[in-house]
């Protein structure tokens, strides 16, 4: 079992700056690829970043590119998502979660993450 803990969430204005934070308390997760997924109210919950255990190889949804840098610490057992450049649409429920040795197209397929943290909410104000 894999316990995820999520922060870092908040209220921004449009073209402000978060940084969210995954925390797996006590567990090692050198063998998870870990993602970022987010929900917006009344939409499926989508792909948004995600990194491979060793943090060499990191993916991107298109609309994030640019604006949203993830890496980790497996010393630390810490996943960040750096957020920059906000825009109203960014505004959902932030998850991070934890899949044992995903490789290529399988990162962005949230049924393929096996643990999920509680989320955190981002809300960016134009």
């Known amino acids: 079992q894999v316990q995820l803990e999520e922060s870092g969430g908040g209220l921004v204005q449009a073209g402000g700056s978060l940084r969210l934070s995954c925390a797996t308390p006590?567990?090692?997760?050198?063998?998870?690829?870990m993602g970022w997924f987010r929900q917006a109210p009344g939409k499926e919950r989508e792909f948004v970043a995600a990194v491979d255990w060793s943090d060499s190889i990191t993916y991107y949804t298109d609309s994030v590119k640019g604006r949203f840098t993830i890496s980790r610490d497996n010393a630390r057992n810490t996943v960040t998502l750096q957020i920059n450049s906000l825009k109203p649409e960014d505004t959902a429920v932030y998850y991070c979660?934890?899949?044992?040795?995903?490789?290529?197209?399988?990162?962005?397929?949230?049924?393929?993450?096996?643990?999920w943290g509680q989320g955190t909410q981002v809300t960016v104000s134009s």
């Open positions: 979660a934890a899949g044992f040795l995903l490789t290529g197209g399988e990162f962005a397929q949230a049924t393929r993450y096996a643990y």
């Open positions: 006590g567990r090692r997760v050198t063998d998870y690829a």
